[in-house]
């Protein structure tokens, strides 16, 4: 079963938005990309209900800039609002993905790019040190404490 | 002065040179860098979307082996520095949090008890080492250069969580150290309309790469309008979308920017008069030529 998400975040944090749309003005994603703001996902939130809002691709227009709440006149912790519909559309299975390529290979390697072996090469030309494989067991543990595949379906 | 070096994952694998010359500059101002096992931050535009508990379960054991050496964390990245910052505070203040994450953690021997700082190179640059420390290693003046600072939104947004202590009860905050830190080196930081927005990197990485070179190109224009002729960064994200994504926006919109882009730990490098193979130049896209020749460092 899905949480709501408003145990995630207060909903009545929501109702002092005035929807003046500074952040909406102020969002970069809002200046490139066509019927997105956070203006509109709040209202969405609260007028359409959860559902309207997690099934959405372009929830994840948004470039994490922290700019709409920067700016919020009225104080809204609009990124903990985002974090938490992102991570329930993620279990809804709404996750581009680019993300879940990311999330997969942090679960299988410790890190999120791939090191190769021209990585290694171009390191060494550099006298770097190495990037020895990390203790994959120790993280998969941990993942599975925290329930990340239990959540997420990952390849 | 010692701290344990958080390399990210961005740096070491597609950008190394940024991670040489951080090493040889640190060398230059007697900064002992410790390696550890890290692993990913992890990225606060992947898993922190995806599986919040796991974000903060993983990064806790990132400040546990910190913790574990008795260091604190300097970081080159600024997607490192809001995952490390925001998990260790959350983790210092909410002790229901920091049981349930010490519960994950169990089975791998660690433990978080909130011992450490973490901080950016800009931070350790400009608040542990001092201005006029670093105006003493210079030898090479940067020429009053003008160049334009991009700070990158995760080193300092929101700033409830990355500067708590700066803020005052009405302002916000936006940072000034890398601009003080290269007036210090001879150039010459130059204002330009959105200054402190968006690269437009995390829209690119995770949904559509030429919108988000489009904001990038909005921030180009402008610094172009002020007469900007490099820009810097402190975020190899920011750097991605300032270097390649200039390139790409090239072969779009015939701009013609060419505005080069260096990593702050390679313009400090360049005013110490390091040697060039350690200023780690190999990565640009954008040519450096005009600059490394207004420096006489061409050859």
Redesign the interface.
Known sequence: MLKSIWELFNKEDLFECYQCARCTG?C??A???KCYGPRETLLRCLNLGQEAVINDERV????????C???CPQEI?I?ELL?AI??LA?QRGN??E???F??DL?AKT??????NEK?LK??QK????P??P??ID??E???K????ND??ELS | MKYAFFLG??I???Y??F??AT?EVMKVLDIELV?L?F??C?????????????WL??AA?NLCLAEEAGLSILAMCNGCINTLKEANLILKEDLQRRNQVN??????GHCFNGTIEVKHLLDVLYKEIGLERIAEKVQHPLDGIRIGCHYG??LY???RLMYPDELSEAA?YVPVSMDQILTVLGAQPTQYSRKF??C????G????AQ??N??TR?KLQHMKKHRIEAVSVACPSCFSQFDRGQMMLERKHHDGFNLPTLYISQLLGLAFGLDR?NL?LGDHRISLQPILERVGRSS
């Open positions: 102020s970069p994603a200046m490139v990309m994840w227009y948004c470039t994490t800039c922290h700019v709440e920067d700016r912790n990124s974090t992102f991570n993620a996750l581009p680019k993300i879940k990311g999330v942090i410790g890190r999120s790019l791939i090191v990585v171009d390191r550099l006298s770097l040190p990037l020895d990390l203790n120790e993280i543990g941990i993942l404490k925290t329930g990340l959540a997420i | 994952c961005v070491p694998v597609k190394p040179g991670e040489k090493r390696d096992p692993s990913c992890p990225a606060p535009t992947n898993m922190k979307l995806a599986h919040y508990d796991t379960a993983l054991r519960l994950a953690l169990e089975g791998s939104c995760h947004r929101p700033p916000s927005l968006c437009g990197s995390a829209l990485t995770n949904i559509d919108a988000a489009e904001i909005e193979p780690g």
